[in-house]
């Protein structure tokens, strides 16, 4: 069993930035996947970014690379999801979710957990 909680959300002008959090509990979270995924009102979730361990390795939203940076700290238990330049279209409820199959998948239906979400509102 996994636990997942966000933190960091808010309210932030454009062009601003914000860093959410993902803490985990759960002896075996090391083997997991964690992926970001985001809802806008009345859209269908959407996926951000994963991230995979040992290796670091992450998978991004095309339309989100290079703005979007998804980190970890196995210490911690935390997954980090740095967002930078943001826009009124980045406005949603962002999620966190584990996977145990580790693909990093950009499909939520993948993913075994999730937290309860975090409001972030870009708008000046």
């Known amino acids: 069993q996994v636990q997942l909680v966000e933190s960091g959300g808010g309210l932030v002008q454009p062009g601003g930035s914000l860093r959410l959090s993902c803490s985990a509990s759960g002896r075996t979270f090391s083997r997991y996947a964690v992926g970001w995924f985001r809802q806008a009102p009345g859209k269908e979730r959407e996926f951000v970014a994963a991230?995979?361990?040992?290796?670091?390795?992450?998978n991004y939203a095309d339309s989100l690379r290079g703005r979007f940076t998804v980190s970890r700290s196995n210490a911690k238990n935390t997954v980090y999801l740095q967002m930078n330049s943001l826009r009124p279209e980045d406005t949603a409820v962002y999620y966190c979710?584990?996977?145990?199959?580790?693909?990093?998948?950009?499909?939520?239906?993948?993913?075994?957990?999730w937290g309860q979400g975090t409001q972030v509102t870009v708008s000046s």
């Open positions: 991230i995979v361990w040992p290796g670091d390795r992450t």
């Open positions: 979710a584990a996977e145990a199959a580790g693909w990093a998948s950009r499909l939520s239906r993948d993913y075994e957990y």
